[in-house]
């Protein structure tokens, strides 16, 4: 777990350093840092979807997946909750942003194969990778919405943690398949969460969220069958 915890403390100490740039820069520039993040995380979505796609040997499993995780979510409204969870906190559109956080943090091949790599093999490359990536995005994300980026790290370390668990102890499901699939959701997620933020539509991309957990569930029940 050195990983993930260099990952998450490597997104709390950005996300300080984005908050002390905050101050000083200008609502004109922090729009357009906004505007960026948008588009990056519109470009990470796509790139996500296109790179893994091809890879899938069950194509429809992620529509499968975002229409049950989708009806599971609205149900238990997640977005709802969330929103006024960080509201208690902060008043700006802090849960914006934190669901931006949240969602490129942990939506990606290393911050998934990191933590199977660390627990499989003792190798730290993959987390050590992301949390440099990650210490540059929580720059600019806190320079945008606040300190509160920083809450980030917690849910990060839980989904790490996570991915961590299961190669130690459930090391048959963790297939290239099932990675792929959660890699096409996750894209796909993050792709919502760029066009919310520039204000093309505001899609409830948390509430599609229980969508990541159909995939490792259609494997479980695959492996017992099969």
Not at 170 to 177: E, K, P, Q, T, V
Request: charged residues 10%.
């Amino acid at each position: 777990m050195i990983g993930t915890l260099f990952n998450c403390a490597t997104i709390i100490v950005g996300s300080i350093i984005g908050s002390l740039l905050k101050k000083g820069i200008k609502q004109r520039y922090q729009d357009i840092l906004m505007q960026s993040m948008g588009f990056s995380a519109v470009a990470l979505g796509i790139h996500a979807i296109v790179q893994y796609m091809p890879q899938s040997d069950t194509p429809v499993l992620f529509i499968v997946s975002l229409a049950i995780g989708g009806l599971v979510g609205e149900a238990i409204d997640i977005e709802k909750q969330f929103n006024r969870l960080v509201g208690r906190f902060s008043k700006t559109d802090l849960a914006k942003g934190l669901s931006t956080a949240i969602l490129l943090f942990c939506i990606g091949t290393l911050s998934i194969l990191g933590p199977i790599n660390s627990a499989l093999h003792g190798d730290y490359t993959y987390l050590f990778t992301n949390a440099i990536l990650d210490f540059v995005t929580s720059i600019v994300l806190a320079s945008t919405f606040g300190i509160g980026i920083a809450f980030a790290a917690v849910v990060l370390f839980c989904w790490q943690g996570a991915f961590y668990l299961l190669a130690l102890y459930l090391n048959d499901f963790m297939s290239a398949h099932l990675l792929t699939e959660i890699s096409i959701i996750g894209g796909i997620l993050i792709l919502a969460s760029g066009l919310s933020i520039l204000g093309i539509k505001n899609f409830k991309s948390l509430n599609l969220l229980p969508a990541l957990l159909i995939p490792p569930l259609y494997y479980v029940i695959k492996h017992f069958f099969s």
